[in-house]
């Protein structure tokens, strides 16, 4: 698993075209997913399984070392390891999920009521729809990406 | 006056918050942090100031389809308890940033400390039973950690002990609760069924209540219930074993979470419940805990060998002496509930102040002589002035000396144990002789305290440096407020009457029943009267027997160390027979195999029994037609889930399996449901990617399986597939709470609701606004279930986390 040695330069290249596609299509699925196929749990399962790819093909230190240009760090011996940070995307996540639902009841609402903006004449969109229910995902989302690749490096790891 | 609802909010939510900026905000200000928690608590005390004189409760409905609402109440005792909480809390923090100087975990410390206040807050100004059960357990388990905070040995065994008495207290109380909603169905002055004050709410009619309690044959049990879940978190006697160990705790947690707020929670829900539950009973069950408490944990006070040790036994036995203040009540003469009434406010009071002064010296003490043993100490007065002049005031107001202020509320309690054996006679007389008994033990150990400072100092002490000034301010406080109160009393007997007595009578009537008042007075006593003659000789008894103390002592020891007498003889020979007996083994046995059987064989009997209780029937179905497709995907499905039971090794088995994975997204697509469908697939995805990952841990398991293992597994299967069968069938069935006018029908509900209406403003919020039915239920009309689904998942990660960090560290 740590080792780049066993893979097959088809498969280095491949992920590496193929990685970005499956991102931006998470993304893709996060944004339409109030109206279209989507929404945050699969867009947050999709990415997982993108940097899964990574982890997979190239172990789990290129991550570090070759795009955040620094040190591997070990889980949980180090402060502020890549567990520490996925850590903080699922805080991250529950916070705004909760938080968003509590807005409601500042409006007099209950808690974790949505509502839905309509903006007429955007250029280029027309109709231009934006939901509460978006930061809700977006919540949805952190969590689903934050606790898989929490997973997915400590198991790794081992 | 009516509370003003966003300040009370903010006085319970700003703790929390506060807790929340510690962990950044430590990095930035460092130890000064302990100063921004002062700030904090300071903040919650101005905010329940402005509160003063206010009566009533406020409600915020959270969410309303279920009728929860967050509702707080305030009166007299939510505010003494809130004014406790949130005033003794800013001279803790103060304190702490001198006591904790050196100290390791500072940013844990103070974070748990002040969601520890707003806690505690949260108990004295719920207003709803729920509300307060949850704040209750916050209480435990911030008192967990802070006892736990040296991770030491004894530090953890406190920590566990601590836990195990008041949560499974909390537990009891819990169950009492649900009694009390169960019979406030029925009770129809009774609007919402878990509101316990306010308007509509089971205090406000606490006669049907008790009425409707009697008949049901549930007031005992109720009672019983409700006073394990008091004792258990006030230490009262046989639950009081856990107080001496949560010493181990740092010394400003002990004064502040030990003596002057948490454990005053317990008392605080007997003085609530006392105008519901106050019947004979209740006399008999609360009157005798708490003098039989007061009693035995005084005299183990005196046989302490510690000063943290008798403070932590000497608190149990005043919190003692307000249950027994609070349980005294007569149902033919109300002026005896009053004077019990009267003792058990007043006392929650001069406690706080004496009790919380007399730790943060037993801090003093332990941080500059660097001891806390009895024998070693002695003569501190030279080095240390001003703290033996804060000791001589708390010290005399905890003996119960004239006129400082623990005087005048025993006095309250010789007076109602009086009254009340004067009118009931026969073995009522018992109470006041116990009560004066167990006094004389007070006394002692208050003397035996206060001469520390006193007499002949050990050769081996050396020089004792004065603490800072962030240490002595605080005590000096605390004892200034004992010495008003003290104060009072005389400038009372004089004709001057100060504002405390106008506080403690409302203090009072929050524990009367509805619409007595209560004019409190207190004075030095200027007649010979039998409560005066009952202090007279407690003072001259304790005064002639002092000069025995160690004698008393040693006769004291000798008899607590007998066999079952032993403070926790029970608790270890409970806890000693879990860990040696040879059920545990059998059901964790270290084979993941066998934790997958009990749990899922437990939850599918658990819930297949539920369904049967409820005499729920299988709801037929219909419509369901297999084309050609679909009945190829199910054929390969079943094919594959045959072939998994059969394959050589775990790879071939995650493969196999993951066939069965595919097939059901395919069927998800067959069904037009490609949210699901997509879900499947990347789930199925990602479980294989980390089912490859542990696979070469697992031991090669396969083959040589015994019949009755078959056939045990098999029942299982079966028992899981059933549940999850009748699970679906029945919850997509029927929906509860959807109107009748949406045809009882789940999908209808949803495929109208969903979509944003055909004419529509520019903002919408009564519907989902989507046309994807599916994302719109997760996040809008279930997002609910979702935060608790994402809950869930965060749970997961960090328990996996967890188990392979002490994996690593080689704990497990």
């Not at chain 2, 009081?240 to 400003?252: F, G, R, S």
Request: negative net charge.
């Amino acid at each position: 698993m740590t080792t780049d040695h066993d893979t097959t330069v088809i498969a280095r290249t491949v992920a590496r075209v193929v990685f970005p596609i499956i991102v931006v299509t998470a993304i893709a699925l996060l944004l339409q997913g109030h109206n279209l196929p989507g929404g945050g749990f699969i867009a947050g399962t999709l990415t997982a399984a993108a940097v899964g790819l990574v982890y997979v093909i190239y172990g789990l230190d290129h991550l570090e070392q070759e795009l955040l240009g620094r040190p591997p760090s070990v889980p949980f011996t180090d402060e502020a390891g890549i567990t520490r940070e996925y850590g903080s995307l699922v805080t991250t996540g529950l916070a705004l999920a909760a938080g968003g639902g509590a807005v409601a009841i500042l409006f007099g609402d209950a808690f974790l009521t949505q509502a839905v903006w309509f903006f007429e004449h955007v250029p280029v969109y027309g109709e231009f729809e934006v939901a509460s229910a978006l930061a809700f995902d977006l919540g949805v989302y952190a969590v689903v990406v934050g606790a898989l690749l929490t997973i997915l490096a400590v198991v790794g790891a081992e | 006056m009516q509370p003003t609802a966003g300040i009370i909010l903010a006085v319970v939510a700003l703790p929390f918050l506060g807790a929340a900026a510690v962990p950044l905000l430590y990095r930035v200000i460092g130890e000064r942090t302990a100063y921004f928690a002062a700030a904090v608590a300071a903040a919650c005390f101005a905010l329940i100031a402005t509160q003063f004189g206010a009566e009533g409760a406020i409600s915020v409905r959270w969410i309303p389809a279920l009728d929860v609402s967050l509702s707080l109440y305030v009166d007299g005792l939510a505010l003494l308890i809130g004014f406790l909480a949130s005033g003794v809390g800013v001279l803790i923090f103060t304190y702490s940033g001198g006591y904790m100087h050196n100290e390791p975990g500072k940013p844990r410390y103070y974070a748990t400390l002040l969601a520890f206040m707003g806690a505690m807050l949260g108990i004295a100004f719920a207003a709803d039973l729920i509300a307060l059960f949850v704040f209750w357990e916050l209480t435990s388990v911030a008192s967990f950690i802070l006892i736990g905070h040296y991770r030491d040995e004894s530090g953890q065994y406190a920590a566990r002990k601590s836990m195990f008495v008041t949560v499974s207290g909390g537990l009891f109380m819990l169950i009492g609760f649900l009694l009390l909603h169960w019979v406030a169905l029925d009770v129809a002055s009774v609007e919402s069924a878990f509101r316990l004050a306010g308007e509509g709410s089971m205090l406000a009619s606490a006669d049907a209540m008790q009425t409707a309690l009697r008949e049901q044959g549930l007031l005992v049990p109720v009672l019983l219930l409700i006073g394990i879940g008091a004792a258990a978190k006030s230490a009262q006697v046989p639950l009081h074993i856990w107080l001496p160990d949560a010493m181990e705790a740092p010394t400003p947690v002990s004064a502040f979470l030990h003596s002057a707020t948490m454990v005053k929670a317990g008392v605080y829900l007997v003085g609530r419940m006392r105008p519901l539950l106050v019947t004979d009973e209740w006399v008999l069950l609360f009157a005798l805990l708490g003098l039989v408490t007061m009693t035995i944990t005084a005299m183990l006070a005196v046989t302490a060998s510690d000063i943290k040790e008798l403070l932590a036994y000497s608190t149990a036995s005043h919190l003692g002496l307000i249950v027994a203040g609070y349980g005294i009540a007569s149902s033919a003469d109300a002026h005896i509930g009053l004077l019990g009434a009267e003792t058990g406010a007043f006392h929650v009071l001069n406690h706080a102040l004496f009790k919380a002064t007399l730790f943060l010296v037993a801090g003093i003490i332990a941080h500059e002589a660097g001891t806390r043993a009895i024998e070693e100490l002695g003569g501190l007065s030279d080095d240390l002035p001003l703290t033996a002049g804060i000791t001589v005031v708390a010290a005399l107001g905890m003996a119960g000396v004239p006129p400082f202020n623990g005087f005048y509320s025993k006095e309250f309690l010789f007076d109602a144990t009086y009254e009340l054996a004067a009118h009931d006679g026969g073995l009522w007389w018992l109470l006041p002789v116990v009560a004066v008994f167990g006094s004389i033990f007070t006394f002692l150990y208050s003397i035996r305290f206060l001469m520390l400072f006193f007499g002949e100092k050990p050769e081996e002490l050396g020089h004792v440096h004065e603490p800072p000034w962030s240490m002595r301010g605080p005590p000096l406080l605390l004892a200034v407020g004992a010495g008003i109160v003290g104060l009072g009393g005389i400038t009372a007997t004089a004709g001057f009457h100060l504002p405390i007595e106008e506080f403690v009578g409302r203090i009072v009537e929050s524990s009367l029943p509805a619409g007595e008042e209560a004019h409190f007075s207190y004075h030095i006593p200027t007649t010979l009267s039998p409560p005066v003659l009952m202090s007279g000789v407690t003072v001259a008894v304790g005064a002639v027997a002092y000069p025995f103390y160690d004698g008393i002592r040693d006769g004291l020891r000798a008899v607590r160390d007998l066999g079952p007498l032993r403070p926790n003889w029970y608790y270890n020979g409970a806890t000693a027979l879990m860990d040696t007996n040879e059920i545990g083994p059998q059901i964790h046995n270290g084979l993941l195999r066998t934790y997958a059987l009990w749990f899922l064989g437990g939850t599918s009997a658990l819930a297949l029994a539920g369904y049967v209780a409820a005499t729920v029937s299988i709801p037929t179905f219909s419509g369901l037609t297999v084309t050609i497709p679909l009945g190829i995907v199910l054929v390969v499905a079943i094919i594959g889930a045959a072939a998994v039971t059969g394959a050589p090794s775990h790879v071939a088995g995650v493969l196999t399996l993951s066939i069965l994975g595919f097939m059901v997204a395919i069927f998800y697509i067959l069904a037009d449901a490609p949210d699901l469908a997509l879900t499947q697939l990347v789930i199925e995805t990602l479980v294989l990617v980390i089912f490859l990952l542990v696979i070469d841990k697992l031991p090669a398991f396969y083959g040589g399986s015994k019949r009755w293992m078959l056939v045990r597994d098999g029942a299982a299967s079966l028992a899981v597939g059933t549940t999850v069968m009748v699970t679906v069938l029945l919850s997509t069935a029927r929906t509860p709470g959807v109107p009748s006018y949406l045809d009882h029908s789940l999908k209808s509900f949803f495929i109208e609701r969903a979509p944003p209406p055909p004419e529509h403003g520019s903002f919408i919020i009564d519907s989902g606004g989507g046309h994807n039915i599916v994302n719109v239920i997760l996040v809008d009309f279930r997002a609910f279930d979702t935060l608790g689904e994402i809950s869930v998942v965060a749970m997961a990660a960090l328990s996996i986390v967890t188990l392979i960090a002490m994996q690593q560290r080689g704990e497990i």
